[in-house]
């Protein structure tokens, strides 16, 4: 319990039994694998109602008995549930901040040596555990465009080609569930595109058959009927989004532009 949350109950906070004197222990311990706190606060009704709401904002559970110790009650909380109340959302942050600095010097996945792969994918795991979009594919954060900053994709990568043969402008994958379309978009020097129908197999996978390819922006091809795959969205939040293909393909991207629309044809 911090410093500053001690403060605002008004309370001192301490663990264990009390002393005949009405003192406390400073330091919290474990108590049958519990962290264990007392709080006296003020004797006083007003004190001890106070304290209550504060506590119950905090999301402690609290004991249902009391001691006292000294002049004030004492309220026995435990914090077994601190780990998953009140910093998921934090917790969440600090991951999406670890990912960023890995990725960044990877030139979209390029220079990604062996060691970095398994870091980039170990850390995207330990995001996808704290994705707060259950059913994204029913969330309109899902809806736009979306800038790819790391792929494990050879196909989108192109690693072979000399660097001037490879995407080396932005690319873009856009997605529209109202319509179930999805568009991929490189910039320069390509500027390739490709639109796709997206069919739910899940509130967070669709199977992705790609209709019409657009070379250079410009020539139409319909596309192969063999030409399809699968993408499975296991992060997303307002600006974030972690995808896994069918090939076992990692994607990160952020949000460009939620008001972005794919063609319907």
Known sequence: ??????????????????????????????????RTFRVRISAT????????????????????????????????AQSALFPFLGRKKKDAQKVKIELFEAIAPLNRGVSATEEDLAREDSIAKELEKLNPTKEPLKSPLLNGKWKLIYTTSNSILKKSRPSFLRPNGPIYQAINTDTLRAQNLESWPFFNQVTANLVPVSSSKVVVNFDVFKIAGLISVKAPGRARGELEVTYLDDDLRVSRGDRGNLFVLVMEDPSYRVPLK
């Not at 309370?11 to 049958?32: F, K, L, M, T, Y």
């Not at 009704?45 to 004991?63: E, W």
């Open 45 to 76: 009704p007003a004190g001890f109602s106070n304290a209550v709401s504060s506590v119950d904002a905090l999301k402690l559970a609290v004991g249902s008995s009391e001691r006292r110790c000294g002049n004030g009650p004492i309220i026995v």
């Open 1 to 34: 319990m911090s410093a500053n949350v001690v403060q605002s109950l008004g309370c001192e906070v301490g663990i264990s039994s009390c002393s005949s004197s009405g003192r406390c222990p400073s330091a919290p311990v474990r108590q049958n694998g519990f």
